[in-house]
């Protein structure tokens, strides 16, 4: 079983995650338990405290994670280019060839 800890953007992952018997959290619950969690450097290094992945779409938090070697999902435009439309991309030219 692993932990996450889902941004704003992400929290639409937690019910597979549940579902795949992960432990789900929020940033947005920390937030309000607490203002320093308003500050994307203390949320991931939390994260890293309590051995939690932190899934993001924000570039500060995502940068954050990288910066200071924090486990991370970073879903980013140009990672969603690279892995998902270029090789349908290239699928969709190959089916178009043949015919």
């Excluded at 947005?28 to 779409?57: P, S, W, Y």
Aim: aromatic residues 6%; charged residues 35%.
């Amino acid at each position: 079983m692993l932990k996450f800890l889902l941004d704003e953007h992400t929290e639409c992952y937690a019910k597979k995650l549940l579902e795949l018997h992960h432990e789900v959290e929020y940033v947005k619950q920390l937030r309000k338990q607490d203002e320093k969690f308003r500050n994307d450097l203390n949320v991931a290094l939390h994260a890293k405290a309590t051995g939690m992945i932190i899934i993001t779409k924000d570039g500060e938090a995502g940068q954050a994670c990288e910066d200071n070697e924090i486990s991370c999902i970073w879903i980013n435009d140009e990672r969603i280019f690279e892995e998902m439309i270029l090789p349908r991309l290239d699928e969709l030219k190959s089916r178009n060839s043949k015919m």
